[in-house]
């Protein structure tokens, strides 16, 4: 799935009407019903009061659109106007109207916090203040309102986007910010909704279709991509009957030193499990014995040190090479690593201490193979790139840093961001019980063995990603999230594949992998 600027979903709205030879207020009329279709799904004729909070342009005509709907089939609804200023949008006049003609009253109009109403925790709110059109950051009496709703414990329906958050623009002030615990939003989910930041105020979402210009959305180049099942399953290569183990390819994982030989286990284990025809270590001595003994599918190759790698030689010839993780930072391993860095033709990831080795070392970097694969985690990619302002700050920097040393950056977090170039993947697999010691371990072991297997490093990453997030979901679903261990998730990878083609389950709610 896409995701489009807000500036782009004007532009679709526009051409729709066109294309579709209908009016901008019956593509209104679509939002509201699917909104109110979604709620009343839920809520099955509830008498719960519904308070439906309407600025003052089309977000807020959305919201009277939902309120009509709701008071003819017999829901218990109030509906504001926030009067945040004397304009109306056309759409938002139209609807107003058409709402009192249902009620014989108009909706109540607030004009500053004595307007508040008292609201119970057993109530909803729905927030259509502001969509994509914000254009300010809001304040006064209308930030207080805001503030107000998010000490409210009912629950928090935003139509669109929170108000106070922008769809693609980084956050003003968080104190200005309505906290969704729900987000409809119409056709495409918004940038914002995906970094550590702004998420937060979005919480679940669903992407309503609306019917937006299939074509436009098909031919329009977005801000980024969003990576689900239908996207993995067209990444997946699948398995010819007369393959061989050497069709997948051998890959080498340069890991461990002492005390954490057990990142060269997991990312080891890892790329067999994604499908890796063969794997070796290559690993301190140190580290003979426990590869040999808990991964025997696997060959070690040692150095001649014994609790850290000094010097990358083999006599291999791997397909692809994982390297840094467990490492360490002994002056030695700098050393290997500028050597390792000039096999130019064998395709690389890159984590953990090989990457802090690399910020510590800048001249490392001029020395990377073009379109080797990264794989910072936030504090890593901070050595890397340096500070950033605010997260869309921090992608602008990562798009330079891609496209300056030509290489694929995997930021790892909740939402884990590929960036290529100008060009971002955002994956929608994998929860907070990853966030456990060895699950980024297991993550380069997936990317490694999966161009050992012959996917490109961009295949690789985003689809690597995808798989390992998607193990870990599995995991979570047998575990809960506390128990997980890195472990659990690699052994999940085979579940993931299974996964891939199952199909698909109904699920209660949620999100990008659904929508
Ligand atoms: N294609 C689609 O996806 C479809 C989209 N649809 C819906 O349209 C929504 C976008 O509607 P929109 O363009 O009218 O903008 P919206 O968010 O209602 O607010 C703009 C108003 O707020 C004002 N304003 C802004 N910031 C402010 C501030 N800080 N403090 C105070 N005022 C502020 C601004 O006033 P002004 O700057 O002119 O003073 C202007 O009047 C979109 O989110 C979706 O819900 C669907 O109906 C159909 C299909
Ligand atoms: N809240 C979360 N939601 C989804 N994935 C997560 C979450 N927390 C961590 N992860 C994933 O777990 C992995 C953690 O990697 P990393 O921090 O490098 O761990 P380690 O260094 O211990 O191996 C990353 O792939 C990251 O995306
Ligand atoms: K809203």
């Not at 089309?58 to 009277?64: E, P, S």
């Not at 060269?264 to 067999?272: G, K, N, W």
């Not at 994998?430 to 490694?448: F, K, Q, R, W």
Request: glycine share 8%; proline share 4%; charged share 25%.
């Amino acid at each position: 799935m896409k995701i489009f600027s807000a500036e782009q979903l004007y532009e679709a709205d526009k051409i729709t009407v066109e294309k579709q030879e209908i009016t901008t207020e019956a593509l209104m009329e679509r939002a509201g019903i699917q909104i109110f279709q979604w709620l009343n799904r839920r809520l099955n004729g509830a008498p719960v009061p519904i308070r439906i909070f309407c600025g003052i342009g089309n977000n807020g005509g959305d919201g009277l659109v939902l309120g009509r709907l709701m008071i003819e089939h017999g829901y218990n609804v109030i509906v504001y106007v926030v009067n945040c200023s004397d304009k109306r949008s056309k759409n938002f006049l139209l609807n107003y109207d058409r709402i009192k003609n249902v009620t014989k009253k108009w909706p109540t109009l607030m004009k500053g916090e004595a307007d508040f109403p008292e609201i119970g925790s057993e109530d909803i709110i729905v927030d259509a203040i502001f969509g994509i059109g914000l254009n300010r950051c809001p304040g006064g009496w209308v930030k207080k309102l805001i503030q107000y709703l998010n000490e409210s414990k009912a629950f928090k329906l935003a139509i669109d986007i929170p108000s106070g958050l922008y769809a693609n623009l980084p956050l003003e002030d968080k104190e200005a910010v309505l906290k969704a615990n729900h987000t409809l939003t119409f056709q495409t989910p918004k940038l914002s909704f995906f970094l550590p930041e702004t998420a937060p105020f979005v919480s679940n979402f669903d992407a309503l279709e609306i019917g937006l210009d299939i074509e436009f959305l098909q031919t329009t180049e977005p801000l980024a991509q969003l990576i689900s099942k239908p996207e993995a399953q067209r990444f997946y290569k699948p398995r010819e009957k007369f393959d061989h183990k050497g069709t997948y390819g051998h890959a080498l994982i340069i890991a461990g030193s002492y005390g954490k030989i057990g990142a060269a286990v997991l990312s080891t284990t890892s790329a067999f499990r994604i499908g890796a025809g063969m794997v070796t270590a290559f690993v301190p001595k140190c580290g003979y014995n426990i590869l040999q003994t808990t991964v025997p599918e696997a060959m070690v190759i040692t150095d001649k040190e014994e609790e850290f790698i000094s010097e990358i030689a083999f006599d291999i010839e791997p397909s692809a090479i994982g390297v840094g993780m467990g490492l360490g930072k002994n002056k030695a391993t700098v050393a290997a690593l500028k050597v390792l860095f000039q096999k130019k033709d064998i395709p690389l990831v890159i984590d953990a201490d090989a990457l802090n080795n690399i910020s510590e070392n800048k001249d490392l970097l001029k020395l990377l193979p073009k379109n080797s694969v990264l794989t910072p985690h936030p504090g890593e990619l901070k050595r890397l790139i340096g500070e950033w302002k605010n997260d869309y700050d921090k992608l602008e920097k990562a798009k330079k840093f891609s496209e300056k040393h030509e290489v694929v950056l995997v930021i790892k977090g909740a939402y884990t961001i590929t960036v290529f170039s100008n060009k971002l993947y955002i994956n929608t697999t994998g929860n907070p019980g990853m966030g456990t010691a060895g699950s980024g371990d297991a993550l380069s072991g997936v990317i490694t063995g999966l161009l050992s297997q012959g996917y490109d490093q961009l295949l690789a990453s985003v689809f690597g990603v995808y798989m390992h997030g998607r193990a870990g979901d599995i995991a979570a679903g047998q575990m809960g999230y506390e128990a997980i261990m890195a472990g659990d998730v690699i052994d999940n990878l085979s579940e993931a594949y299974i996964d891939l083609f199952a199909r698909e389950e109904e699920t209660t709610n949620n999100s990008a992998e659904k929508s």
